[in-house]
């Protein structure tokens, strides 16, 4: 009866231990995914570069897109890019069979946990605002690609020189920081025609427009040991509407109307007061521009020197200006004591006629001076006789003499300052022909100068 108890105790036992087991969940099996992460990251060592055989160097191939140009800085020298930079290499201790992993050909690793390559770029300054990708691609032969977007400041020699009509060459040059080419060698992933023709994904909207992007491979050899170098080279182009609407146009128009003011007479004080109007207008205008134009502490650009220029030719027409009208509000004494220069002025092609333009004023006043005499003696002469025969005509005679007198003396003194007009006007003619062949050469150089640039 005992026995029987304790078989039965043993019976219920191993059902109530087989229920049990029934009711405690299975574990679940790791994922295939995990599991190939797992293995290939086990033993990985990440600084240690990814080969068998250490003497075979490790080929990177390099390769970025423009996206666009957000920045050119010319008071610091530096261009401001946004690209998608790419890179590619063969880490021989990732690789798998996808028949044992379900058939995965690719995965993705954390950066952090793998072998990256020391590529830098030698003209960066700054990635701006580029965001951060913790993530590579690698395929089951152990190909690796770290795709990512960049915003790179560039440090960039710019020439401004012929702003806005200027083009800029700028290098991004990629090299290895320590290892040389017997352990990191690089190469290009696409043809250098396909990369200097591939405009695609620019944004050719804005200011810039992309030219195209030269690149080359070479070594460079430092401390016994060759570096290998790639480099791309960024041409851009500005587009000038933008800064010849809003700089030169109103420049111009500004000199088209100190032109016009030189047909306002110039007896008038209308003339002087028009021209300080327009160079304090032109000044405004200067200021409320400073900042469109480019700074450079090495060379001027050449639209500064042509406002310059301008300003330089607005002061030139208002002194030219308030000489006319100093010479045309002379006295009689200064008249004459200044008009063997104004017939000098008169003889170089500013009087109708080379005879007049020999006699001075003082000539032309003792000439008229010579036959006023003449005729007084002649009525002296028949004053004297008429006093031979005193009569009441005496007296009247000698009123028309005076009288005669005072009307040549006018004419005189009218005949002059008609005289000194005239030749003050010759005098305001020849200045403004003067500015306007400065004027028209200096814009005809300027004109030459940037329709080259445009067109190169």
Not at 228 to 254: E, M, Q
Request: charged share 20%; with cysteine; proline share 4%.
């Amino acid at each position: 009866m005992k026995k029987n108890f304790i078989s039965m105790n043993v019976i219920w036992l191993l059902l109530l231990s087989v229920n049990m087991a029934e009711s405690v969940p299975e574990k679940p099996k790791r994922s295939a995914l995990n599991q190939l992460t797992r293995t290939l990251l086990r033993k990985y060592d990440c600084g240690v570069r990814p080969v068998h055989n250490w003497t075979s160097a490790t080929t990177v191939f390099v390769d970025f897109i423009l996206q666009s140009v957000l920045d050119v800085d010319s008071k610091t020298q530096s261009i401001t890019t946004s690209i998608w930079y790419r890179q590619i290499w063969t880490d021989e201790f990732l690789v798998w069979d996808p028949h044992e992993f379900d058939g995965i050909n690719e995965i993705s690793l954390s950066s952090d946990a793998i072998w990256i390559p020391d590529i830098i770029v030698n003209e960066l300054v700054d990635e701006g605002r580029s965001p951060p990708i913790p993530y590579v691609y690698v395929n089951s032969s152990g190909c690796v690609k770290n795709y990512r977007p960049m915003q790179v400041v560039l440090a960039c020699s710019l020439e401004m020189y012929a702003f806005p009509f200027d083009k800029q060459n700028c290098s991004l040059t990629f090299r290895s920081w320590l290892h040389s080419v017997k352990e990191i060698d690089l190469s290009l992933l696409r043809s250098a025609d396909a990369i200097a023709n591939d405009q695609k994904e620019f944004m050719n909207d804005g200011e810039w427009e992309l030219l195209s992007i030269p690149s080359r491979y070479w070594r460079l050899q430092q401390d016994h040991a060759d570096y290998a170098h790639v480099c791309f080279h960024v041409v851009i182009r500005r587009r000038p509407l933008l800064y010849v609407v809003g700089l030169l146009i109103p420049s111009i128009f500004l000199m088209l109307v100190d032109v016009m003011s030189f047909y306002l007479p110039a007896s008038s004080g209308t003339r002087i007061g028009f021209k300080i109007s327009t160079l304090l207008g032109y000044t405004l205008f200067r200021v409320n521009l400073r900042d469109e134009l480019p700074a450079t502490a090495v060379a001027t650009p050449l639209i500064g020197v042509f406002f310059a220029v301008c300003m330089a030719l607005l002061m030139l027409s208002l002194t030219k200006s308030i000489l006319v009208v100093k010479l045309l509000h002379h006295s009689e004494k200064e008249v004459r004591e200044m008009s063997v220069s104004a017939c000098l002025l008169d003889k170089y092609g500013l009087a109708e006629s080379t005879m007049t333009s020999t006699r001075t004023l003082d000539q032309l006043n003792h000439s008229e001076d010579l036959e006023f005499e003449a005729s007084l003696e002649e009525d002296l002469e028949s004053l004297s006789n008429i006093q031979e025969n005193p009569s009441s005509l005496e007296w009247l005679l000698r009123e028309l003499v005076c009288i005669r007198l005072a009307f040549s003396q006018g004419d005189t003194e009218s005949w002059a300052q008609a005289e000194w007009l005239a030749l003050c006007s010759k005098l305001d003619r020849f200045l403004f022909r003067l500015y306007l062949i400065v004027l028209a050469a200096y814009a005809g150089t300027l004109l030459l100068f940037w329709a080259s640039w445009s067109f190169a």
